[in-house]
């Protein structure tokens, strides 16, 4: 089996940073695409960012220029730095990834239990 474990939310003021983990742990054979996503109460589950196995990345227009995604292949694992919080950066962030099992080798979709982030104003 293979888990995602999300860690580094808290409460933070307006302004400040924080550092999201994911950590992947399990029978990988390789990890794909990672992803994060945040779903504010009451809310729809949005895509903040995301980070191909080769590097590339993508941004929500929401916090370009302020979260920055990054990964470590050796650890398995893949970040999420959030600068000048907004208050409405308030949600429950996901991590994602596109896992090849190394039991059957075939790809699947994993998700962590998501870390809560309260952004005060």
């Known amino acids: 089996q293979v888990q995602l474990v999300e860690s580094g939310g808290g409460l933070v003021q307006a302004g400040g940073s924080l550092r999201l983990s994911c950590a992947a742990s399990?029978?990988?054979?390789?990890?794909?695409?990672m992803a994060w996503y945040r779903q504010a109460s009451g809310k729809q589950r949005d895509l903040v960012a995301r980070?191909?196995?080769?590097?590339?990345?993508y941004y929500a227009d929401f916090v370009k220029g302020r979260f920055t995604i990054s990964r470590d292949n050796a650890e398995n694992r893949f970040y999420l730095q959030m600068n000048s919080l907004k208050p409405e950066d308030t949600a429950v962030y996901y991590c994602?990834?596109?896992?090849?099992?190394?039991?059957?080798?075939?790809?699947?979709?994993?998700w962590g239990p998501g870390t809560h982030v309260t952004v005060s104003s």
């Open positions: 980070i191909t196995s080769g590097g590339s990345t």
């Open positions: 399990g029978s990988i054979r390789s990890i794909k695409n």
């Open positions: 994602t990834a596109d896992i090849v099992w190394s039991e059957d080798r075939r790809e699947y979709d994993y």
